[in-house]
């Protein structure tokens, strides 16, 4: 399969996939081809019984700035409805195989959505995790109330959520997000080692145990995410959504007026 924004390395050790966003000139936003691009990539490879584990990165500066705000920034709540970007994030949510998210610089929005997607996270001393959609008038919307508020707690899931504030991976490590902090230089390479533990086993028992994990990880979550979805629609049918977007498109500051 040949992609335009991503790259794919099947063998980057012993039955470990590789894929590695690459817009980089747009810090990895995820726009609607590049996440469709990913969902293809993860089913070929669950799929393929010579691959076991399966490594997700971006480059030293961003692992991915969030989805492309300006393919966002005209729609309204309809359009978001209809274009049902939710199949795709499920599909990648359902991969069977061990995800290991390798990250550098920044990790917003629905880039730090998609690590959480992942079932382990190696990160880079520079990484910085973020939700900062309420910065442009708007709120997570792939999950991250959710998954976010599980990994970090109440205390801090708020403070990223309602101010967009990022945090070092330090601050993630600590918090519970991540699993390892590590030079810049050996980020990817950790990554790769972990999935390579894990491409080791049976992989029969290690799809059977993520599945659990995901069960206690998931139990209620489901009804989290139908809330979370329909509040991310609502947003769409505001001003300041519209503001918000525009402001960021223009390089400026945002006005809201809370229509
Ligand atoms: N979208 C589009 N372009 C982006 C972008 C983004 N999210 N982030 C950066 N870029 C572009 C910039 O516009 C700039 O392009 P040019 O001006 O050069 O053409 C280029 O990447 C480099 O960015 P900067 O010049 O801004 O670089 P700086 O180092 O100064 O700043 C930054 C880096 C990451 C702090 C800044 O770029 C920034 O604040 N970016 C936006 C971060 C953000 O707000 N992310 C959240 C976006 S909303 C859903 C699924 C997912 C989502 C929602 C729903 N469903 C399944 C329904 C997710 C939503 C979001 O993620």
Redesign the pocket.
């Known amino acids: 399969m040949s992609y335009e924004f991503i790259l794919v390395y099947r063998e980057v050790a012993p039955y470990v996939a590789m894929i590695q966003l690459n817009r980089p000139?747009?810090?990895n936003?995820?726009n609607l081809q590049l996440m469709g691009e990913i969902r293809d990539a993860l089913l070929d490879l669950d799929a393929d019984d010579s691959i076991r584990a399966i490594v997700i990165t971006g480059n030293d500066r961003?692992f991915a700035?969030?989805?492309?705000?300006?393919q966002?920034a005209g729609k309204t709540a309809i359009d978001?409805l209809k274009i049902d970007?939710?199949t795709t994030?499920d599909t990648i949510r359902k991969t069977k195989k061990p995800l290991i998210a390798a990250v550098s610089g920044?990790a917003?929005?629905?880039?730090c959505?998609l690590v959480m997607h992942c079932d382990m996270i190696v990160a880079s001393e520079t990484a910085q995790f973020g939700q900062?959609?309420i910065?442009?008038g708007?709120m997570?919307?792939?999950g991250g109330t959710q998954r976010l508020t599980k990994a970090v707690g109440k205390a801090l899931a708020m403070e990223m959520v309602l101010t967009g504030r990022f945090i070092s991976a330090e601050e993630a490590k600590a918090a519970g997000l991540i699993n390892k902090v590590v030079p810049v230089e050996l980020y990817l390479e950790e990554a790769v080692k972990m999935a390579s533990a894990c491409a080791n086993k049976s992989p029969i028992a290690i799809q059977l145990a993520k599945e659990s994990v995901l069960k206690s990880f998931d139990s209620h979550l489901q009804e989290g995410l139908y809330f979370e979805?329909k509040n991310?629609y609502l947003l769409f049918a505001t001003e300041d959504q519209k503001e918000g977007m525009a402001a960021?498109?223009e390089?400026r500051a945002a006005d809201f007026k809370g229509k």
């Not at 917003?108 to 880039?111: A, D, I, Q």
């Open positions: 000139k747009e810090l936003a995820l961003a700035a969030g989805a492309d705000i300006k966002m978001m970007q939710f994030w920044f917003l929005g629905g880039g959505e900062p959609e910065n442009i708007v997570p919307g792939a979805r991310f960021f498109v390089k």
